[in-house]
């Protein structure tokens, strides 16, 4: 091991923060505010996973994503959700064809899932058989129809925006399928300043506009060099029992969690929270994952994945305080 | 060993000893609260034990919190995460602790190990662990000073001021203890093991009584003890029976020839004379000088039915030495005579001491009697001298007792009666007084009947509407207060409604103008009305 080749990598390193910083000043280019959101939808770009937006309409959370569309030399495709929207008009279907000898044969018609980002727009407003059709392209990233498996082109990722669940017309996400995307992440109504900003932007004459500065290649390349960085097992010990202490049959629960949770996060919680902290200790200038890494994460990593009880909706209790609770109590939880 | 591994092994030793001191502390107050408590203890109930207890709990406590904060060495590894929290290191010290000692040996770990010693330079042990004196220090030191102080300053038993024994309880003992002496010095003439027993149980109540009475009824409870002990241990020595068989032996030798001055004597009590008398008589006719006692048939017959009757009194002793002497006359032999003078002698003076024995236990018992008479609240001592305090003076037996004056005495008879002490006198406190009361009885008779009264009770316009301006005062203080309730309370419509006619029913205008006592109770007809409307 020579010191060129940790030189090499510390400035890997560096070149990855100075990507990610480039990516974050382009999409600001159009985006106003929404900097956590945006360092998050990143954050999961880079680790592999899939984003949740969560917001009323009119936010700016469809063009967050066709912007970051833009950045990335990258195919992009969006599909409106709506109720009569069927898994074939989602993941494509076999269709008859009819050759030049007048011979017919069965050839398979892509849908718009094969593309690297998916921007599945107000997922909840189509019925639970179309929503649960990315089940597959989501974690396996391939599409089974007709007995043939097809494989998605990597990097896949799948960014969805959905209407906060009291609107009228929606449907609420399987469980099994909210537990696919890495962040939920809810995006919340711009500041005055921000919507000063907002209105000068899109109501003079030019049209704000990113550059496209990385390709396909380049986000896989990152997210290699991003796995690798180290996590003590103190640390990763402080993300399961974060994840575990969500479940209120556990010991490490909190009595917030034993009183309002139903069912706490799942494994991929975990997952998540690690993944994307090695994100943030990098963009830190660390080659390790701290716990700060993992409260920073745990909000958009388990916001989704736990389920409140009835008591719970009656009083008006979010996840959210039931996570910052968590995080107060096993903040401290580390060896002596 | 890395720069890293030296800092945290610096950091640990450091933070082991900071472990230590704060144990220390918290322990050394615990017991320091302990010893404290004990303390405190000692200074209310003084006693031999608790002022060490008190020391020794506050120095175990430090002792203890020590031992416990060396053996807990923290390890290296928590040593690293305390680092990075003290440091704000972001968990990279304790990261790069985990990857070294792993061995791995990658680009990563490589450059999170730079990263965190890096980290690490700027940082110095003294400035992330400083000396700190624990949080509960000065509450530590201030315990065990105050344990240490408690402990000193509380009196020993010694010095603790004895009760004072009663001035009556000091002097009757000490005529109890005379009595005793006296009793002992009889005992040893008598060789016996109950005798010996009960001189040591009286000592022993006599000093419990002299060391332990704070009050009259203590000793008069000792008293008691010391009386039922001697009661049962002069039965064996009862000489009633004896004391009257040697009177009439004494009585029957000195009607015999030769026997006058040992008769004598032995019919008087004075058992050591007359065995010295017969001893003196048996040498003088060893030795010749005196005429052998003449045969005769008077004396066998005499002697014969003194040892039937000494027989019949349970002497037997005695009966044989009389047959002896008898038998030594009638055969006529001179060593034979010597030999029954001195046997005879010689029980004499056993009973003669056996009898000096009883005497002077049932003197005991009498001193016993006197001494409980004496200590009753009308035994001639004052309310002082019985319960502990300086005498009252007057006729009070113990007074002058502790001031160097003369203390009382008794008059003391070497020869008492035959019946003294036999007798239990029944009214231990005396008569009763003889002063006549100086009280008038008067009889007052209660007069039956209504009597007069302070209270009129007027039924005047000016009263009823005194009346009626409380009433209307109370009735709108109540309803302000029901409507303040319907205001902020989720009240059913129909009880609202019943409410509301019930205030309206007892209202002072509707009320005055019908001239209506008010009842304040809900009639039937609202009752009805109030389900009805909560049914709509």
């Known amino acids: 091991m020579t010191t060129q080749e940790i030189d090499a990598l510390e400035s890997q390193l560096s070149s990855f923060r100075e990507i990610f910083g480039r990516m974050q000043n382009e999409i600001g280019r159009v985006i106003v505010g929404h900097d956590d959101v945006l360092r998050h939808v990143l954050t999961a770009l880079m680790v592999g996973g899939h984003v949740l937006l969560e917001g009323v309409p009119g936010l700016g959370k469809t063009l967050l994503v066709r912007t970051l569309g833009d950045v990335l030399d990258l195919t992009f495709r969006r599909i409106q959700f709506t109720p009569d929207l069927m898994p074939a008009d989602l993941i494509g279907t076999n269709v008859i064809l009819d050759s030049d000898s007048g011979a017919r044969h069965f050839e398979f018609q892509r849908g718009p899932v094969f593309t690297h980002i998916l921007l599945a727009d107000e997922i909840n407003r189509a019925t639970p058989k179309t929503q649960s059709a990315l089940l597959e392209a989501m974690q396996e990233r391939s599409v089974t129809v007709g007995g043939t498996t097809y494989l998605l082109e990597e990097p896949f990722f799948v960014m969805a925006t959905q209407n906060p669940l009291e609107m009228e017309g929606t449907y609420p996400l399987p469980e099994a399928?909210?537990?696919?995307?890495?962040?939920?992440?809810?995006?919340?109504?711009?500041?005055?300043?921000?919507?000063?900003?907002?209105?000068?932007?899109?109501?003079?004459?030019?049209?704000?506009?990113?550059?496209?500065?990385?390709?396909?290649?380049?986000?896989?390349?990152?997210?290699?060099?991003?796995?690798?960085?180290?996590?003590?097992?103190?640390?990763?010990?402080?993300?399961?029992?974060?994840?575990?202490?969500?479940?209120?049959?556990?010991?490490?629960?909190?009595?917030?969690?034993?009183?309002?949770?139903?069912?706490?996060?799942?494994?991929?919680?975990?997952?998540?929270?690690?993944?994307?902290?090695?994100?943030?200790?990098?963009?830190?200038?660390?080659?390790?994952?701290?716990?700060?890494?993992?409260?920073?994460?745990?909000?958009?990593?388990?916001r989704h994945r736990i389920i409140l009880n009835f008591e719970a909706q009656a009083e008006g209790i979010t996840p959210d305080a039931i996570l910052r609770d968590v995080v107060e109590q096993h903040s401290l939880g580390m060896a002596r | 060993m890395r720069d890293l591994e030296k800092f945290l092994h610096r950091a640990r030793r450091r933070?082991?000893?900071?472990?230590?001191?704060?144990?220390?502390?918290?322990?050394?107050?615990i017991g320091s609260a302990f010893?404290?408590?004990?303390?405190?203890?000692?200074?209310?109930?003084?006693?031999?034990?608790?002022?060490?207890?008190?020391?020794?709990?506050?120095?175990?406590?430090?002792?203890?919190?020590?031992?416990?904060?060396?053996?807990?060495?923290?390890?290296?590894?928590?040593?690293?995460?305390?680092?990075?929290?003290?440091?704000?290191?972001?968990?990279?010290?304790?990261?790069?602790l985990q990857l070294t000692s792993a061995g791995s040996l990658d680009p990563y770990s490589r450059l999170q190990l730079r990263d965190a010693t890096r980290a690490l330079g700027n940082q110095a042990v003294s400035q992330l662990f400083p000396w700190r004196w624990p949080a509960h220090g000065w509450w530590a030191t201030a315990a065990t000073a105050s344990a240490i102080v408690v402990a000193m300053i509380s009196p020993r038993p010694e010095a603790v001021a004895a009760p004072v024994i009663p001035t009556a309880v000091v002097l009757e003992a000490e005529e109890l203890k005379a009595d005793f002496e006296k009793l002992e010095r009889v005992s040893e003439d008598l060789v016996s093991e109950e005798l010996s027993q009960l001189a040591r149980t009286l000592r022993e109540m006599l000093n419990h009584m002299q060391h332990r009475s704070h009050t009259a009824e203590d000793a008069m409870l000792e008293l008691a003890r010391m009386s039922e002990a001697t009661e049962q241990a002069i039965a064996p020595f009862d000489s009633l029976v004896l004391e009257q068989a040697l009177h009439e032996l004494g009585e029957g030798l000195g009607a015999l020839a030769g026997f006058e001055g040992a008769g004598h004597m032995l019919a008087n009590g004075k058992y050591a004379n007359a065995e010295q008398s017969l001893v003196q008589m048996a040498a003088r006719i060893g030795a010749g000088r005196q005429p052998m006692l003449a045969a005769g048939g008077l004396l066998e017959s005499r002697l014969g039915q003194m040892a039937g009757q000494a027989d019949q009194a349970g002497l037997s002793e005695l009966s044989e030495a009389l047959s002896a002497l008898r038998d030594a006359i009638r055969h006529g032999s001179r060593s034979e005579c010597q030999a029954a003078l001195s046997r005879l002698g010689g029980v004499m003076g056993k009973y003669g001491r056996r009898v000096a024995v009883a005497r002077a236990m049932r003197n005991q018992l009498m001193r016993l009697s006197l001494a409980k008479n004496r200590m009753s609240p009308k035994g001639g001592y004052c309310r002082n001298c019985l319960n502990g305090g300086a005498c009252s003076g007057g006729g009070c037996k113990g007074r002058g007792a502790g001031l160097g004056l003369p203390k009382m005495k008794y008059a003391q008879s070497d020869s008492p009666s035959q019946s003294a002490g036999t007798a239990a006198a029944m009214n231990l406190y005396g008569e009763q007084t003889e002063l006549a009361g100086n009280r008038s009885a008067?009889?007052?008779?209660?007069?039956?009947?209504?009597?007069?009264?302070?209270?009129?009770?007027?039924v005047s316009l000016d009263g009823r509407q005194q009346a009626a301006a409380q009433y209307r005062k109370i009735y709108s203080k109540y309803r302000k207060l029901s409507d303040a309730v319907m205001v902020e309370e989720a009240v059913p419509l129909g009880h609202r409604e019943t409410i509301r006619r019930y205030f309206e029913r007892i209202h002072p205008d509707r009320v005055e103008a019908a001239g209506l006592t008010v009842d304040l109770g809900v009639d039937d007809d609202l009752d009805e009305q109030a389900v009805e409307d909560q049914g709509k």
């Not at chain 1, 390790?288 to 958009?300: G, M, Q």
């Not at chain 2, 933070?15 to 107050?29: D, E, I, K, N, P």
């Open chain 1, 177 to 302: 399928q909210l537990d696919r995307f890495l962040f939920k992440l809810l995006v919340r109504f711009p500041t005055t300043e921000e919507f000063e900003l907002i209105m000068e932007r899109t109501t003079g004459a030019e049209d704000p506009a990113a550059d496209r500065i990385f390709d396909g290649h380049d986000v896989l390349k990152l997210r290699r060099l991003v796995r690798r960085v180290p996590i003590s097992d103190e640390v990763r010990r402080q993300a399961i029992t974060m994840v575990v202490a969500t479940h209120p049959a556990a010991e490490q629960a909190t009595e917030m969690v034993k009183r309002y949770v139903r069912y706490g996060a799942s494994p991929r919680a975990g997952q998540a929270m690690i993944l994307a902290g090695k994100v943030l200790a990098v963009l830190d200038e660390r080659v390790n994952v701290s716990r700060e890494d993992l409260a920073d994460v745990i909000l958009p990593a388990l």
């Open chain 2, 15 to 29: 933070r082991w000893f900071q472990g230590t001191l704060r144990r220390a502390v918290s322990v050394s107050l």
């Open chain 2, 35 to 96: 010893g404290l408590a004990l303390g405190m203890v000692g200074l209310v109930w003084p006693n031999e034990w608790t002022s060490l207890a008190a020391v020794a709990a506050a120095c175990c406590g430090l002792a203890v919190g020590v031992a416990t904060g060396l053996l807990r060495r923290p390890t290296l590894m928590a040593t690293a995460v305390a680092t990075d929290r003290a440091a704000n290191l972001k968990d990279r010290v304790h990261t790069a």
């Open chain 2, 442 to 458: 008067e009889s007052v008779d209660g007069t039956w009947g209504s009597g007069d009264s302070e209270i009129e009770t007027e």
